[in-house]
């Protein structure tokens, strides 16, 4: 027998177990910690996919009204009449058909909503139904609307509708 190999073999495997009980503790860690960090993303994902879908939603709601002041009814969208308030600087019929069709969502609850239009940066106009400590969420969703080739109408949105379903609202 060798006694050099043998103390070199019994050295390899002594100094290898320490090795393999760090690269477990590590794999161990990486399982542990990403997994709560991509719940709580999807989540925050889901919450701003909801009210962008609702807003889009909304500025797609087809609609029927006089936009060009000529007598006859004309079809178009809330978009459309986002554009129109703005040009006409009165927001009370898009306040209204608002509240109509996102009510529509709300029908029984206690859920609450908003809707902000800005221009430049300064707010034009605000739409808002049911209690205000949701506005301070930072799940804010928004469209920007163009009103002609240099002037743009921001929307944002912001609701607790997904608190609907546990009962929250």
Known sequence: ??????????????????????????????????????????????????????????????????????GTIDDGNMADLVVFSYKKNDFNDFNRISKEKINQLFTNTKCAWSINVFQNGNQIDSVLSGNNNIFSRNFISNATIPVDEKTTVTIFYVDNLMHHENGDC
Do not use: C, H, Y
């Not at 990403?34 to 925050?44: G, S, Y």
């Open 1 to 70: 027998m060798n006694r050099k190999g043998d103390f070199a073999e019994g050295f390899v495997e002594f100094a290898s177990i320490p090795v393999i009980v760090m690269v477990l503790v590590g794999f161990w860690f990486i399982l542990i910690n990403v997994p709560k960090e991509k719940n709580k993303e999807l989540i925050t994902d889901f919450k701003l996919n909801q009210e962008r879908l609702t807003l889009l939603n909304l500025l797609k709601t087809p609609i029927s009204m006089d936009f060009n002041n000529d």
